[in-house]
């Protein structure tokens, strides 16, 4: 006789494989999916990349949607992005991220609950928690004085 915790712990081994399968299938996908659809400025031209603990590609909406521990690097633009989710929706060409989200652009940074990023206008929207703010850090240089 199979004690239970074996039992739950071969169940769990079987619905984890069953799980991964797809996502790796959709891991596949969506770096075609990406490149297809990104939008450079750079000669560069290095793609969006995405990390998480899991991600899904819906190729009828085209809609990206990554979960847990996500980061989101975009070389040509400069942009890093740590957050609990994000989404990349290639046809409206924009990134939803949410969940504690935090953006590195060139030394500036930006803090928010949810933070969209329009790629064609190269503009960011945050939004906080209720009952807080957004917070932004900005390197301000100063002007070259040579008669100091």
């Not at 769990?12 to 969506?30: D, E, F, T």
């Not at 503009?123 to 008669?147: C, H, T």
């Amino acid at each position: 006789m199979i004690s239970s915790h074996k039992l739950i712990d071969s169940l769990k081994r079987q619905l984890g494989l069953a799980l991964i399968a797809p996502i790796a299938v959709a891991g596949a996908l969506v770096p075609l999916q990406l490149q297809n659809a990104q939008a450079q400025t750079s000669q560069d031209n290095r793609p969006l990349s995405v990390r998480a603990d899991v991600q899904e590609y819906n190729s009828k909406t085209g809609v990206v949607t990554a979960r847990g521990n996500v980061q989101v690097l975009y070389p040509s633009r400069q942009i890093q992005g740590t957050a609990a989710q994000a989404q990349y929706f290639s046809r409206e060409r924009r990134i939803v991220m949410s969940g504690n989200v935090y953006i590195l652009q060139q030394g500036n940074s930006l803090r928010g609950e949810t933070i969209t990023y329009l790629i064609d206008e190269g503009r960011f929207v945050a939004l906080p928690k209720s009952n807080k703010q957004v917070e932004s850090v900005y390197i301000v240089s100063e002007p070259n004085n040579p008669q100091r």
